[in-house]
């Protein structure tokens, strides 16, 4: 079976500071892939970035980062100097297929809450 | 591109009554997948089409079901409706569908209460 766990529930941090997101993963699958997604008021899911299993070069997209270890099963996620517009719902996911062809099923962690306040 | 929509944004209906939802995926996508979202169980995947069939499916009754046309637009019906079957419903579509995990484009969702 597959499990994503944000451990944090709600961040709170004031402009310009930086924030990671923790996530921690399990899996049997030796192919997989990660993902993050921010779910801002309005409700509708923001894809942000993938990763698969194989590549755990660090990425960095503007303010924002992503840290993928697999010794510790983690894809944790860095936001610097955090703005207002960063406050949203954001989610961890993971997907993998056991060897089948199918990886159309994402597994979610809980979300973290994140309020930037100005 | 036009994103992925669903139709209707709002419904509410009464227990017993069935419910039947719409996803019109982005253009040249042919896998849809859907979610239900609620605050006690998180977002939580209901199934997935793909050249109209299903590949996968979760853990929800049989009252649950799906489908998905030649133009890869879905459907999802749930019938029998329960309190707890309230919940924020989303449909993604993702391309190519054979092989590797694609990032999956989410609807804003359909807003079910079910009262």
């Known amino acids: 079976a597959q499990k994503v766990t944000q451990a944090q529930t709600e961040i709170s941090v004031v402009e310009k500071e930086d924030v990671t997101l923790d996530c921690v993963y399990e899996?049997?699958?030796?192919?997989?892939?990660l993902f993050w997604y921010k779910q801002p008021p309005s409700g509708e899911l923001v894809f942000l970035i993938r990763?698969?299993?194989?590549?755990?070069q660090n990425e960095i997209s503007g303010r924002y980062s992503w840290n993928f270890q697999k010794s510790t099963s983690s894809f944790n996620f860095t936001i610097t100097a955090s703005q207002v517009v960063d406050s949203a719902v954001y989610f961890c996911?993971?997907?993998?297929?056991?060897?089948?062809?199918?990886?159309?099923?994402?597994?979610f962690g809980q979300g973290t809450i994140l309020t930037v306040h100005p | 591109k036009a994103g992925v929509t669903q139709t209707p944004r709002y419904l509410i209906k009464t227990r017993g009554q069935q419910v039947t939802l719409s996803c019109s995926p982005i253009?040249?996508?042919?896998?849809v997948s859907w979610y239900q979202q609620t605050p006690g169980q998180g977002l939580q995947f209901l199934f997935e089409?793909?050249?109209?069939?299903?590949?996968n499916k979760g853990n929800f009754p049989g009252r649950f079901s799906g489908r998905q046309f030649s133009n890869s637009r879905s459907e999802m019906n749930v019938s029998t409706l329960e309190l707890g079957d309230s919940a924020l419903y989303l449909c993604?579509?993702?391309?190519?569908?054979?092989?590797?995990?694609?990032?999956?484009?989410f609807g804003p969702g359909t807003r079910l209460t079910v009262t």
């Open positions: 993604a579509s993702s391309s190519p569908g054979t092989g590797g995990a694609y990032e999956q484009y």
């Open positions: 899996t049997r699958d030796t192919t997989y892939y």
């Open positions: 990763r698969n299993s194989f590549d755990e």
């Open positions: 996911a993971l997907s993998g297929s056991a060897g089948g062809t199918s990886y159309g099923k994402l597994t």
């Open positions: 253009s040249g996508h042919r896998s």
């Open positions: 089409y793909f050249s109209e069939t299903q590949r």
